[in-house]
Each structure stands twice: as C-alpha cells, then as structure tokens.
C-alpha cells in the first residue's frame, strides 16, 4: 500500500467512524486538528457538554500484526478499522478482489489499550488477537454512547 492510499484509507476510516456515529446514533462529531497527534474524532453530547475523543485507525490486511500507536495518553476510545482486504505481500490487484465490504470494528478505551500495547522498534504495538479483540469489544458503540451519556 503507498503512503498516498494509506492515507487516503485512514481518513476514510475517521469517516467511517463518523458516519456510524451521526447516521446510526444522532451524535454530532468533528474532526479533530492535525496538530491533535493522540486522536482524530471528537464525539460531543451538547445537552450535557461532554466530549469524547476517539482515536481511529486502519488496518487493510486480514493477517496484520495489529495498530501502531506513538504514545497512549490523550484519547478516551479507541476504533480499530480491519478491512480485511486481503494480505501482507499480496499485490494491490489481489487484495482487491473481494466485493464484500468486510471491515469491522472494535472499540477499547484508552485504559485497555494501555494495558495491551507492547514496545516494538521505536512504536507500540496493540496485537491483533483473541485477547484483545474481543466479540464483546466488536462494534461495540454503546461504549462511546456511555461515556457521552446519550440515551439510543
């Protein structure tokens, strides 16, 4: 994947992210500034002033090791996107033959990605597996609903 698709990719997960949240559940979102290195969406319940920042990323491959992070401080959620469009090494033709949209999410706070990132050549790594992305975890948007205190 080129650094041009992948970026490409990573703002259409924050879309992505956005979407579900304002069509599915009414909650007003923005986009959080590039100068916000920690997180990409905020989520707001007016009414009560609550924000709700959210951290996005994006992962094509169904095999990949997980989501690189920088640092764990200054986001409230975490929205892994797996694609699932095929896998590491396979060829941008390849891996773009499935006609199904696939991509789940998982929701985590910061406090349980916290607790399962490990150090990995100078980033960390939340791993991609059974331990961490749970069924219970997976497009679990009632999480973020709490925190924002806004009734479905």
């Known amino acids: 994947m080129s650094k041009s698709d992948s970026s490409i990719r990573a703002e259409g997960a924050e879309v992505f992210v956005r979407s579900v949240l304002m069509l599915e559940y009414g909650v007003i979102t923005s986009l959080a500034s590039r100068n916000m290195p920690d997180y990409d969406v905020i989520a707001h319940n007016l009414r009560k002033r609550i924000d709700c920042k959210i951290s996005v990323k994006y992962r094509m491959a169904s095999n990949s ?23 590491i090494g396979d ?34 790594l939340l791993p991609r597996n059974k331990k961490v992305l749970t069924s219970k975890r997976k497009n679990a948007w009632a999480r973020i609903l709490r925190y924002l205190k806004v009734t479905k």
Do not use: P, W
Not at 65 to 87: C, E, N, P, Q, S
Not at 106 to 121: D, G, Q
């Open 65 to 87: 090791d997980g989501f690189r992070f920088k640092r764990v401080r200054d986001f409230d959620f975490f929205v892994g996107v797996l694609g699932r469009r095929g896998k």
């Open 91 to 124: 060829s941008h033709s390849r891996s773009m033959q499935s006609t199904e949209m696939l991509a789940e999410c998982y929701i985590l706070t910061r406090r349980e990605v916290a607790t399962n990132v490990r150090r990995s050549s100078g980033y960390l």
